[in-house]
């Protein structure tokens, strides 16, 4: 009588198998992951420019009225500031360090470990009362900025498009 079982052959194809597609399996929810990572981080600096805008539409009532507020971007951080220049007209509407503005407390950020900016045309974003005029890299000449983030080994990445008249948008 003939024993019905699998071969040692027979086991180690499906063995193999199975291990192939685990890898295959690993490989895309890693790829996952980074383009989750790569959208949030996306989100929070969209988020972050929309709120400087915010604050400064917000900047009249205040009792201590800054001169506008911004988004700026200092190598792999990027934060809210106040600019609060003594002399507004004559403000050079660049973040330089805590003599030209204050930081928000709460909202400095860093780029995740696992990202990088791979352009960045800009290094500040400001939003001036009452309209607000918007001041790229501390002027109105240019007309848009891109600013393109990347996983560390460039598979995967996204822009952020912010034009001269404030509006956001992205690819």
């Known amino acids: 009588m003939g024993r019905k079982a699998f071969t040692l052959i027979e086991t180690l194809v499906i063995i193999s198998i ?4 685990t890898s295959f399996l690993i490989l895309y929810s890693r790829g996952g992951e980074r383009q989750i990572i790569l959208l949030r981080e996306k989100a929070k600096i969209i988020s972050m420019v929309l709120r400087a805008k915010s ?3 917000n900047t009249l009532i205040e009792d201590e009225p ?3 507020y911004g988004v700026g ?3 792999t951080n990027y934060f809210i500031y106040k600019d609060s220049a003594s002399d507004c007209l004559n403000s050079d509407r660049l973040y330089s360090g805590p003599t030209s503005g204050e930081r928000l407390e709460n909202e400095v950020f860093n780029l995740d470990p696992a990202l990088q900016f791979l352009q960045r045309d800009i290094s500040d974003v400001l939003f001036v009362p009452p309209d607000p005029q918007v001041f790229l890299d501390g002027g109105q000449s240019i007309l848009e900025a891109v600013i ?17 008249a404030g509006q956001i948008s992205s690819q």
């Open 18 to 21: 199975l291990t192939l597609l």
């Open 55 to 57: 604050l400064s539409l």
């Open 66 to 68: 800054g001169c506008g």
């Open 73 to 75: 971007f200092e190598g």
């Open 148 to 164: 393109t983030l990347a996983t560390l080994d460039e598979s995967s990445q996204t822009s952020i498009i912010i034009n001269n």
